[in-house]
């Protein structure tokens, strides 16, 4: 064991703390410039947006330090890259400092992980530490919180926004539950969940009118999603319309085809229906050129009324 006070090591994380003391606000600068996430993101506010309610112990592992984007309670102590923010942190970090050079070394940090990311629960300092010695991973004990959402660790606040509006999405549609090897539903503008909700509640309205049964809004979004959703990705992929370099998804597109189809049907009586019609006239109107298969594809009208 060693004494902190007479410590070289607790000296040196003295001197290491200052200096990382005086990196957070460039430090802070030129990720803003860069366009990336500055602060840390609250765990409860994001398990609150998206809705999290379950969880499981995973044990322990090594895991990333730069997948680590967040904390419980200390998210407004550290900068994004584990800088410390208050000058008062000096004591307790040193100490950390010289207990990672001492040959028990420190226990494992405890997090939260919420699809490929993680929230320190405990250890926060531990980390600010590992990230000053340029370490790459560090152990912790882990426990999972379940979402078909995916996440990355820059995600913008936008982006955090996104994942919450189709958290929301599949909560309100139980496509998770009915559905759980789904497509992944990505759209990029805003709104665009709140839209295609709107498509699914259509779609259980217009079922329960033509079939005069009554089934619920997860019965029909299963049934949208089979019925509508999916074929129309399947269109979008055989046919290749979005190359890699495409900013737009495949849902933006499908946004895209059934507005246009909508659109038409209010102007014209006899409005095209189908998926591939709509698919014609987006080629068309980006002057792409339109494969004569698709001209001759034979899927199935839908009702937009």
Avoid: C
């Avoid at 200390?74 to 100490?95: A, G, I, Q, V, Y």
């Avoid at 250890?123 to 919180?145: C, M, P, W």
């Avoid at 029909?220 to 319309?241: E, G, M, N, S």
């Avoid at 998926?275 to 050129?289: M, Q, W």
């Amino acid at each position: 064991m060693y004494n902190d006070a007479d410590s070289h090591y607790f000296v040196e994380g003295r001197s290491r703390f200052s200096q990382a003391y005086s990196q957070r606000f460039f430090s802070q600068i030129l990720d803003l410039v860069r366009g990336k996430p500055m602060e840390l993101w609250s765990f409860d506010e994001v398990k609150d947006k998206l809705d999290l309610q379950n969880q499981t112990y995973r044990g322990l592992h090594d895991i990333p330090l730069d997948r680590i984007v967040g904390s419980v309670g200390r998210s407004k102590d550290f900068t994004r890259r584990f800088l410390p923010k208050n000058s008062n942190m000096s004591e307790r970090w040193s100490r950390i400092y010289a207990l990672f050079h001492s040959q028990e070394g420190p226990p494992p940090i405890e997090v939260y992980l919420i699809d490929d990311v993680y929230f320190v629960r405990d250890g926060n300092h531990r980390v600010s530490v590992a990230r000053e010695l340029d370490f790459k991973t560090i152990q912790a004990y882990v426990t999972e919180l379940a979402t078909p959402i995916d996440l990355e660790p820059d995600m913008t606040p936008a982006d955090w926004d996104s994942a919450a509006a189709y958290a929301r999405f599949l909560n309100e549609t139980g496509l998770e539950n009915t559905r759980p090897q789904q497509v992944s539903i990505r759209i990029t503008q805003p709104g665009g969940y709140q839209v295609l909700l709107e498509h699914v509640r259509l779609f259980h309205k217009v079922y329960n009118y033509q079939t005069e049964e009554e089934i619920t809004l997860e019965e029909a979004a299963a049934q949208w999603y089979d019925t509508v959703y999916r074929p129309a990705i399947t269109l979008i992929r055989k046919y290749h319309i979005l190359d890699e370099d495409d900013p737009h998804t495949e849902a933006d597109l499908y946004i895209w085809m059934l507005e246009h189809l909508r659109q038409l049907q209010q102007e014209y009586d006899e409005a095209p229906m189908r998926l591939s019609d709509a698919l014609v006239d987006y080629l068309a109107a980006n002057k792409i050129a339109v494969p004569k298969e698709l001209i001759l594809e034979d899927d199935d009208a839908i009702d937009l009324s």
